[in-house]
């Protein structure tokens, strides 16, 4: 099998946990979700960053972040001020929870180059180049405490002050 047939097998699996409800996912099923993405579905695992953790590379990829990342997931990566977030659905986690924080950098890559389907995520393959990938995974490892950053300026209506 192949990691798509298997992918498809295990998405089965889950919806037979789920019992095919149309209500929002229970604790076995997300965890179930989540060890799927884990193991199965996001690629690059064993993939290194080339790039060491520098504080003018975590700058990097904090403007890089709030350049492409930001309306969704808020600033400092944990949705603050990003009035959807917890309405999509699937709802946009923290980027500092232990969920995330346990891929690898190369698996945090895979998901930024292509996204996850069918959510809101979007892929950005040929629209940020690797380098600025590789800085935005060094970001999301140290990102700031949630809200010390503010809201993303396209919530806070300073568009319409002037
Ligand atoms: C249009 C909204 C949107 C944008 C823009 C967006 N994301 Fe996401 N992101 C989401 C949603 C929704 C999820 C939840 C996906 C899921 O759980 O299936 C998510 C999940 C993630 C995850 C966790 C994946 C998981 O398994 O839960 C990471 C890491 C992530 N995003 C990083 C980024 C980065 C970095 C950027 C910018 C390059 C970005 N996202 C841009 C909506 C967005």
């Known amino acids: 099998m192949n990691v798509r047939q298997i992918t498809i097998v295990c998405s089965l699996m889950v919806s037979l946990l789920a019992g095919c ?3 929002p996912p229970g604790y076995l ?3 179930a979700v989540d060890w799927t993405k884990h193991h199965v579905t996001v690629g ?3 993939i290194k960053n080339p790039f060491p953790a ?3 590379k975590i700058e990097d990829g904090k403007k890089i972040f709030a350049f492409y990342c930001v309306v969704c997931h808020g600033r400092d990566g944990q949705n603050t001020g990003v009035p959807f977030a917890s309405k999509l659905s699937p709802p946009v986690p923290s ?3 232990l969920h995330v924080q346990t891929y690898t950098d190369g698996q945090l890559k ?3 180059e292509n996204g996850i389907e069918p ?3 979007p892929a950005s393959k040929g629209i940020l180049s690797e380098d600025d990938i590789w800085k935005i995974v060094i970001y999301l490892r140290h990102l700031p405490p949630a809200g010390s950053l503010g809201e993303p300026r396209a919530y806070t209506g300073d568009e ?3």
């Open 21 to 23: 409800r149309a209500t």
């Open 29 to 31: 099923e997300a965890s």
């Open 44 to 46: 690059g695992e064993h």
């Open 54 to 56: 520098t504080s003018a």
């Open 95 to 97: 980027l500092a929870s």
């Open 110 to 112: 895979w998901i930024i």
């Open 119 to 121: 959510s809101g995520m």
């Open 160 to 162: 319409y002050e002037k």
